[in-house]
């Protein structure tokens, strides 16, 4: 199976900073990549899906980058509501495997 | 408006044997594939389950070693995971998840029901 090794497990951040996220596969998987974000009590929503397409509605401060094995998610300016967890998820073949996740805290 | 709405969940004693429910609305669930994704309490998620949107393809996480069934009716707007022989490790909030393609290549879970608990306990 793929494994997808997320960094940092954790941050603390200001309102208006700019936050980044890194996933690495164990292997390429090209652009199959989704990105997740998970509030407090409620089921994950995506953000971005091949890599870097943004979700219809999810807001223009999270893009997402990267091919092959190394994959970030970036907030460019941390808003009040970004407080979450976010998980990457490997697309490209069976079993689908999710990053252990990274929890945003606002400082 | 896509809606996923999860049902089954409940407790259950070690090596006893539950079945969990997705119904659907808002779409037509023939079109689309199906998954289940599992999260143990203050965990991260873990993906379990995959149907294809007629029922013909299911793949599972080695994890599960057999002891779970995905399937579909599709006439009924519903999807199922039948849960076997279950253990501690099992306990969990078990969410459908909706799966798009677009262009073959690119896939993703763009809609998630609100989950159901199981937990196994004697």
């Known amino acids: 199976a793929i494994q997808m090794t997320q960094s940092p497990s954790s941050l603390s951040a200001f309102v208006g900073d700019r936050v980044t996220i890194t996933c690495r596969a164990s292997?390429?998987?090209?652009?199959?990549l989704s990105w997740y974000q998970q509030r407090p009590g409620e089921a994950p929503k995506l953000l971005i899906y091949?890599?870097?397409t943004l979700q219809t509605g999810v807001p223009s401060r999270f893009s997402g980058s990267g091919s092959g094995t190394h994959f970030a998610l970036t907030i460019s300016s941390l808003q009040p509501e970004d407080l979450a967890t976010y998980y990457c998820l490997q697309d490209y073949n069976y079993p689908r495997t999710f990053g252990q996740g990274t929890k945003v805290e606002i400082k | 408006e896509v809606q996923l709405v999860e049902s089954g969940g409940g407790l259950v004693e070690p090596g006893g044997s539950l079945t969990l429910s997705c119904t659907a609305s808002g779409f037509t669930l023939s079109d689309f594939e199906m998954n289940w994704v599992r999260q143990a309490p203050g965990k991260g998620l873990e993906w379990v389950s995959f149907?294809?949107?007629?029922?013909?393809?299911?793949k599972y996480a080695d994890s599960l070693e057999g002891r779970f069934t995905i399937f579909r009716d599709n006439a009924k707007n519903s999807l199922y995971l039948q849960m076997n022989s279950l253990r501690a490790e099992d306990t969990a909030v078990y969410y459908c998840?909706?799966?798009?393609?677009?262009?073959?290549?690119?896939?993703?879970?763009?809609?998630w029901g609100q989950g159901t608990l199981v937990t196994v306990s004697a």
């Open positions: 292997q390429g998987i090209g652009n199959d």
């Open positions: 149907i294809s949107s007629n029922g013909d393809k299911r």
């Open positions: 998840a909706r799966e798009t393609v677009e262009g073959l290549t690119v896939y993703y879970f763009d809609h």
């Open positions: 091949g890599a870097s």
